[in-house]
């Protein structure tokens, strides 16, 4: 079993609701779906100054131990992999290989997590075909406007502070949500009634 998380005091009496809390596990492995939870908590950004801050280990606010070791804030310990390791088999035991095991998962972990990726897909594209139009979070809300107003990836990435890899994973969850390609989204995202003062914001014509 994976180490308990410590949380930051600001997240006291929140954690029934944030990603971190539901599927603790997936927060010690440098991982792009740990990632991807992260996105969707309103606390992303307060929690990725806590983690820098404090030097954690994990994915903390979207981003991994390694990004923050390149941003220059390293962690001051590295649990063994002996405290954290759970059973083969098991979508955990995945998220294990990748981190300590230089051959990757083995097959019977590589599978368990495929298999819950794909239920997790599956949930997922039925939580987005509830609701129309869908309701964006603050952050995709802000991406889709600045990509409405003709930023590209990098410069998105430069007025939010995100990696030019986060930007096209919202892109991505956006056109997923508005049920659309890229080159549609600016006209799907009107139609559904999400831009209406976007290209006012980014200081173009409306």
């Known amino acids: 079993m994976a180490a308990p998380i410590t949380h930051p005091d600001f997240l006291a009496g929140t954690t029934a609701r944030t990603p971190c809390a539901l599927q603790p596990i997936r927060f010690h492995a440098s991982d792009e779906d740990a990632v991807d939870l992260c996105l969707d908590c309103p606390l992303m950004l307060a929690c990725r100054q806590w983690a820098r801050q404090h030097r954690a280990v994990g994915v903390w606010g979207a981003e991994t131990t390694a990004e923050r070791t390149a941003a220059g804030c390293p962690p001051e310990t590295e649990p063994e992999p002996e405290d954290i390791r759970p059973v083969c088999g098991t979508e955990a035991g ?68 995100l990696k030019r890899k986060t930007v096209a994973t919202y892109l991505y969850r956006i056109r997923r949500r508005l049920r659309t390609d890229e080159a549609g989204l600016v006209a799907a995202a009107q139609a559904a009634g999400l831009l209406p003062a976007a290209r006012r914001e980014f200081g173009e014509a409306a």
Not at 95 to 103: C, I, L, N, S, V
Not at 124 to 136: F, K, Q, S
Request: hydrophobic share 35%.
């Open 94 to 161: 995945a998220q294990w290989h990748r981190r300590y095991d230089p051959d990757g998962p083995c097959p019977a972990c590589r599978n368990a997590a495929r298999s819950a990726m794909r239920r997790r897909n599956r949930e997922r594209d039925a939580a987005l075909g509830a609701v129309w139009p869908p309701r964006l979070p603050e952050q995709e809300q802000k991406i889709l406007e600045a990509f409405a107003a003709g930023m590209d990836r990098a410069a998105i990435g430069r007025r939010f502070r």
